[in-house]
């Protein structure tokens, strides 16, 4: 028996009905609140420079048993006056902790009696884990290469300005760091990112890092995982930079 054809309409117009999206509700404040997680709880230093309750301390003046050198011996640098100055021909030093995403924050002295010029006045660096270089160099009033001086990724990204006080002063770096992400196969995911206050200047803006640091050549990526921080004993024969109040937080 065939229904009649009103009921055929009935049914017709309830099923268009049924597919009538549900009518927004009315937004409140709440509905875009959320409460979990909670942010846990860091105190600040006592100044923005001193580290906060979560940093590890890489040097706090005393001695510099959380670095070693190339050979995984202690480092060789000097440590005097709560600061610790390179020693030429010791080599590099790098932290003996690994890091992925960090903060750090990191102090430098050109020495007041500085000579030499360009990238032999002054040059040290910090690669972010162990590959990619963060130059340190005096660039108070020594021209060189632009993508190689103080605050620059060395040879990938001048800085946005420069910063740099005059040799005899601290320098300060504070450096916000994202680490490259690789595929299973190795190859690259994501860049590292990495954006740098010089003096509390703003001087590397999120930079996309292009793979390690070359002196020669281009830069590539290798895939890595964590890495240390390593700081630069440059082969130049101007007087010896020094360090102090460095500090990280792992993100
Ligand atoms: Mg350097």
Redesign the pocket.
Known sequence: MRAPLSLFFVLAAARVLAQQPAETPKMKPEMTEFWEPVPKVVTPGKSNDAPPSDAVVLFDGKDLSRWKDKDGNAAKWEVKNGVFTVVKGTGDITTRQDFGDFQLHIEYRIPEEIQGQS?TRG???IFLQGRY?L???DSYNNRTYSN?QAASI?KQNPPLVNAMRKPGEWNIYDVVYTAPRFKEDGTLFTPARVTVLHNGVLVQNNFEIKGGTEYMGLPTYKQHGKGPLRL?D?GDPSKPISFRNIWVREL
């Open positions: 990238q040059n040290s660096g270089e130059q340190v160099l190689g060395y630069q440059h």
